[in-house]
């Protein structure tokens, strides 16, 4: 069975840097687009950044010029490098991925971790 699973989350200060990793494990042919969404406390859940499996990368206008998004393909890992963290980045963070298994392509979701930035 196809996963994902992620790390790296946690208390930052205001200012701080955060750097989450999100991999894929099981029986698949490819990973596709990975993306990392967050959801906030009684907000919608929002897309943070994308890479493609060439490497073009997106990123939502709140968190460009702070988060940057990249991948191992040979891992099947995507990371978020978080610099400059606010406040308002507290969220819990899922990674996101198109995945080609022996059968189907399918979308699948990790867990989620929180991120919280307090001082």
């Known amino acids: 069975q196809v996963q994902l699973v992620e790390s790296g989350g946690g208390l930052v200060q205001p200012g701080g840097s955060l750097r989450l990793s999100c991999a894929a494990s099981?029986?698949?042919?490819?990973?596709?687009?990975m993306r990392w969404y967050r959801q906030a406390p009684g907000k919608q859940r929002e897309l943070v950044a994308a890479i493609t499996s060439t490497g073009t990368t997106n990123h939502a206008d709140s968190v460009k010029g702070r988060f940057t998004i990249s991948r191992d393909n040979a891992k099947k890992t995507v990371y978020l490098q978080m610099i400059s963290l606010k406040p308002e980045d507290t969220a819990v963070y899922y990674c996101?991925?198109?995945?080609?298994?022996?059968?189907?392509?399918?979308?699948?979701w990790g867990q989620g971790t929180q991120v919280t930035v307090s001082s």
């Open positions: 099981g029986s698949m042919f490819s990973v596709y687009t």
């Open positions: 996101n991925a198109d995945i080609q298994t022996g059968y189907s392509h399918v979308n699948i």
